[in-house]
Nanobody
Framework: QVELVELGGGLVQAGDSLRLSCVVS????????MGWFRQAPGKERDFVAS???????????DSHDSVKGRFTISRDNAKNTVYLQMNSLKPEDTAVYYC?????????????????WGKGTLVTVSS
């Protein structure tokens, strides 16, 4: 059974940092592309950042323009974990953050047809 568990959400102030973790079990983690998405209240779920797996021909990382220079995605294949380091947080970053896994990097980039999703963790940034 595949499971993605997001950890690390909470309430922080604007300008603070927070690191989210997503611990994955039940699949061959290193071969999967991983991504972070977020859904703010009343809005659709949006792409935040992605990182390729070892199945890809080349290593890739991508992030949404709104978080470039502030958020960094990384992975530790030995720990079956993907991270999202979030710095200089803003109130508009408030959302439920979801972890996603798929063998195909294109699915992670688009957010469509993703094989596995976590249940999400809430990040609230106060002004």
């Amino acid at each position: 059974q595949v499971e993605l568990v997001e950890l690390g959400g909470g309430l922080v102030q604007a300008g603070d940092s927070l690191r989210l973790s997503c611990v994955v079990s039940g699949l061959y983690f290193s071969t999967y592309a991983m991504g972070w998405f977020r859904q703010a209240p009343g809005k659709e779920r949006d792409f935040v950042a992605s990182i390729s797996g070892s199945d890809g021909l080349t290593f890739r990382e991508d992030s949404h323009d709104s978080v470039k220079g502030r958020f960094t995605i990384s992975r530790d294949n030995a720990k079956n974990t993907v991270y999202l380091q979030m710095n200089s947080l803003k109130p508009e970053d408030t959302a439920v953050y979801y972890c996603a896994a798929d063998r195909r990097y294109t699915e992670i980039l688009s957010g469509r047809g993703v094989s596995y999703w976590g249940k999400g963790t809430l990040v609230t940034v106060s002004s």
